[in-house]
């Protein structure tokens, strides 16, 4: 009985310290502004929705990613790599 008090009290230390860690999804993505898409996917989940178009960047597509409450702005190189450059909370 002695030993099972210590590992309770650990583990609810533990629990407690991962349930105040965690960040949303918005913070998240808003981290990942500069980062290969990929990277945000891995993090935060596929979108619930998404939409390209030709882009007034450069010769890629502009990507517009809608997940619940923010959409993630990127620009997706004719060579196929994509990155982050902006994320906006919805209105």
């Not at 965690?22 to 596929?46: C, F, P, R, V, Y």
């Not at 990613?65 to 450059?85: I, K, M, Q, S």
């Amino acid at each position: 009985m002695k030993r099972i008090i210590p590992i309770l009290l650990a583990l609810a230390l533990t629990l407690t310290l991962c349930a105040c860690g965690k960040k949303d999804a918005l913070a998240t993505a808003q981290e990942m502004i500069g980062e290969d898409i990929s990277a945000l996917t891995a993090a935060i989940g596929e979108p619930e929705t998404s939409s390209y178009a030709s882009s007034c960047l450069g010769p890629g597509e502009d990507g517009e990613l809608y997940y619940d409450g923010f959409t993630v702005y990127t620009y997706r190189d004719p060579d196929g790599t994509e990155n982050v450059y902006d994320v906006m909370p919805q209105q």
